[in-house]
DNA sequence: GAGCGCTGATGACATCTGTCATGCGAGCTG
DNA sequence: CAGCTCGCATGACAGATGTCATCAGCGCTC
């Protein structure tokens, strides 16, 4: 029997997986949670032997959930799936960074889940096989840690001054980092490129 | 016997509702779209009783859908729900306005899905309560329709010029539109407008 | 027809942005 | 140590943006 932790702030999505699941004879949905607190806290409590968190959840994401719950030392630590609409060559980088073991986007089958939770159970890997293709083809991130940075302060349409005071950095610092990644990015306006950055999960 | 019509771009969701519905013994999925124009065409041939339609869906999204669904002239039409994650009271309006019967957050538990389908199936409505009560108490959008337009073009971060291009205006006349609806938002550049309205679900 | 409100446009002006050259200090590398 | 790169910062300049006053046309109402 594999216990399971289904995280996700879509109630929708997670009762109906939670009951697609459940129909499966070995596999048993033991806690659900809505944030990535919950999430945290109940993986703690219950020791589910799988995890699957979705990417989009608050307060923060699901990769900080599934760091902290792999960081856990005492007994072996639950395998972590990701779901994610965002499905991204640089997201499944971080994700797998991060520890986890299974990069399922939501454009996945409902009826392969139960099979991904089961091979991910007995210590297999399973990443979006299209998704893999694409992050070994498609260019990396060209920008530096600095302008992600910057870029993500200025995503929701702040001017310069408001940029540097978050980044904590000298307005004319911020303008240029700006500037090289709008050179990079080969758009007109920092706006495009932190709209650029975000489609490609960059930030 | 209800028959239904599911159409949503991931087929995560779309996969664990129609089992979960499929469970039901009153109802039935006969058709499942992930695209629109898919949605539209199957409604035309399966003539289902209720169509449940995502809002976010390629390559238009689930209100055109519906209001096409909707305008059929041989027969009576199916009813319409909509799904969505981005539940906003202005989204909501939208969706009234075009007919639909249902809306529904994806924030609803899973289990009250089928209920819905049966309301909606019968003549009633059904308007998710915290929505609706948002829409009654919460300002309507403050933005003429062309500060809406023009705030449409702004959001991927184009220059002025390239907005005036898609929108067949003036740039001076797009800058005075810009500047109202800054005004109107309290916000001091276009971006931020562009960012907040877009989050309003206005644009 | 005068008055009013709305749309679209223009021009002037202050400010903000994007670009570029340059400087300074920390770290590293011979 | 000298030379080098790299992160951060500054200053100057052109062009883009935001603000404002103003105007012409159009439809509406009194």
Redesign the pocket.
Known sequence: MIRLLLADDEELLRGALCSLLDLEDDLRVVAQAATTTDAVRLAGQHRPDVAVLDLEMPPTDGLHAAAQILARTDGTPPRVIIVTRHARPAVLRRALAAGVSGFVPKSTPAARLAQIVRDVAVGHRYVDPEIAASALTENECPL?D?ELEVLGAARAGA???DIAATVH??P??V??Y??SA??KLGVA???AAAHRAWEEGWI
């Open positions: 530096s600095r001017p310069v001054s950095l000298a004319g610092t303008r240029n700006l500037s709008m050179a306006t920092r706006h």
